[in-house]
């Protein structure tokens, strides 16, 4: 067994104790706690620290990996300790991180392909929040526990964040990967999620196939497929599968436009990177308002929010449109000659952030209608002016998007930056004039 596999498990033990709390009380937990983190400071050397230690602790002859990992239990534990937070969720996010390291280490015992660590960690670590979740329930024989089936959604959904965060990080941010991820476990619950077996397991094997197809296909990293199941599955259990449409319309159309003449697009220095595999950054800069608007309305359904739940179907709506207007319009007009800078109109390089062509314009205004018909389809209180409303959002997004290429880009924040903004516009728009024109309400 290697040393990382050995000090994956040893943790994953550690994370075991956090049932402590639920045992025998939160003193006990912080007792445990405290032995634990004096222990970090004081050993410096030998067996016990060679089966903690992270390459980096050895240069400073401190175990700040294993401090690091204490202090983020502990501070998780007091939000469970002192809010309406859960402690099951407390205890299932702690043994989440722990033991979906351990399968992940036990994996590359074997091999090195990223998909398959990946779906190990996901495994393990939802398994282990399972039980973890369960166990905490029957120690406290709550009377108001959830379903076992919510309890595998959070499980899932906690487990597809942490992979994705730990992609996007590295290993020694497990202390930062265990409180987000209790944090958004404590979200979900807040949202009061109303999900059968059925429907969830559905749910799940639908985005598991979608984003497993977009890795396969070359259209999404290991990154940006876990990015895509988790948006897609929270989209279903929250919205429903008419919003995931919407969205997976996107992610599809989107796809096939960044292929579209590749070799062309790449010749011109204007391709998407990674042979047009979408990362994590990428999907979630164009897909984290639509995710922020359905999770609106499932506060707004739980009357968390004060705000009229059709408010966020259109925000949600708007916020795709944007996406897939910008999308084709920079994946079609890349290809097209003498782009103009749509500040000043003056001819530029294509790639040129802020350069725009009349076929990539009509481009995207046909991504955001096709955006608005399915809409309309798909959601009866939308309506023909709500589509058009919708469309225009596309519209005004995309120009914004063009807008902050051709002004901020690359100074004051990045492609996704932009990205992000453009859709948070094009959210607002949609919004703003569903309200104005009494779409809503």
């Given at each position: 067994m290697t040393a990382p596999v050995r000090r994956a498990g040893a943790f994953a033990l550690l994370c075991t104790l956090s049932l402590a709390v639920a045992a025998f009380g939160p003193a006990t937990g912080a007792s445990?706690?405290?032995?634990?983190?004096?222990?970090?400071?004081?050993?410096?050397?030998?067996?016990?620290f060679d089966l903690f230690a992270f390459p980096d602790d050895y240069e400073e002859g401190r175990l700040y990996g294993l401090i690091a990992f204490v202090l983020a239990v502990t501070a998780l534990g007091f939000v469970a300790?002192?809010?309406?937070?859960?402690?099951?969720?407390?205890?299932?996010?702690?043994?989440?991180?722990?033991?979906?390291?351990?399968?992940?280490r036990l994996s590359q015992l074997r091999t090195d392909d990223a998909a398959v660590r990946a779906g190990a960690f996901c495994l393990g670590g939802t398994v282990a929040a399972i039980v973890g979740q369960v166990a905490t329930l029957s120690l406290l024989s709550d009377p108001v526990e959830p379903t076992?089936?919510?309890?595998?959604?959070?499980?899932?959904?906690?487990?597809?964040?942490?992979a994705l965060l730990r992609d996007v990080l590295i290993v020694y941010d497990d202390p930062i990967v265990m409180v987000v991820v209790g944090l958004l476990l404590w979200l979900l619950v807040e949202l009061e999620p109303a999900v059968g077996a059925v429907g969830f397991f559905t749910a799940l094997a639908v985005t598991a196939v979608f984003g497993y197809a977009s890795y396969a296909l070359g259209a999404a990293s290991v990154a940006g497929m876990l990015t895509g199941v988790l948006l897609g599955?929270?989209?279903?259990?929250?919205?429903?599968?008419?919003?995931?449409?919407?969205?997976?319309?996107?992610f599809a159309i989107g796809s096939l436009s960044t292929k579209f003449r590749y070799e062309q697009k790449e010749a011109r220095g204007v391709a998407e990177g990674n042979d047009g595999a979408r990362g994590s950054a990428n999907v979630l800069g164009n897909a984290a308002v639509a995710l922020g608007a359905v999770l609106g309305y499932a506060a707004s359904l739980a009357s968390l929010l004060p705000v009229e739940a059709d408010v966020f179907l259109?925000?949600?709506?708007?916020?795709v449109?944007?996406?897939?207007?910008?999308?084709?319009?920079s994946e079609i007009g890349g290809v097209f000659d003498d782009p103009r800078l749509i500040t000043t109109l003056e001819r530029v390089e294509p790639g040129t952030d802020g350069g725009v062509t009349w076929q990539g314009e009509v481009a995207?205004?046909?991504?955001?209608?096709?955006?608005?018909?399915?809409?309309?389809?798909?959601?009866?209180?939308?309506?023909?002016?709500?589509?058009?409303?919708?469309?225009?959002?596309?519209?005004?997004?995309?120009?914004?998007?063009?807008?902050?290429?051709?002004?901020?880009?690359?100074?004051?924040?990045?492609?996704?930056?932009?990205?992000?903004?453009?859709?948070?516009?094009?959210?607002?728009?949609?919004?703003a004039l569903a309200l104005s024109l009494a779409l809503v309400g």
């Open positions: 445990i706690a405290a032995v634990v983190l004096v222990l970090a400071v004081v050993v410096t050397d030998g067996p016990l300790m002192t809010s309406s937070m859960s402690l099951s969720i407390f205890v299932g996010a702690v043994l989440l991180v722990g033991y979906g390291n351990f399968a992940e076992l089936t919510v309890i595998t959604f959070l499980a899932t959904s906690g487990t597809l964040l942490a599955l929270l989209t279903i259990v929250f919205g429903g599968y008419d919003w995931f449409v919407v969205l997976i319309s996107f259109f925000a949600f709506a708007g916020s449109a944007t996406a897939m207007s910008d999308t084709l319009s995207g205004l046909g991504g955001g209608t096709i955006v608005a018909l399915l809409s309309f389809a798909l959601f009866p209180d939308v309506g023909a002016v709500g589509a058009v409303v919708i469309a225009t959002a596309g519209f005004v997004g995309m120009t914004v998007d063009s807008l902050l290429g051709a002004t901020i880009e690359g100074v004051v924040v990045n492609n996704q930056g932009v990205n992000f903004l453009a859709t948070l516009a094009g959210a607002i728009v949609a919004a």
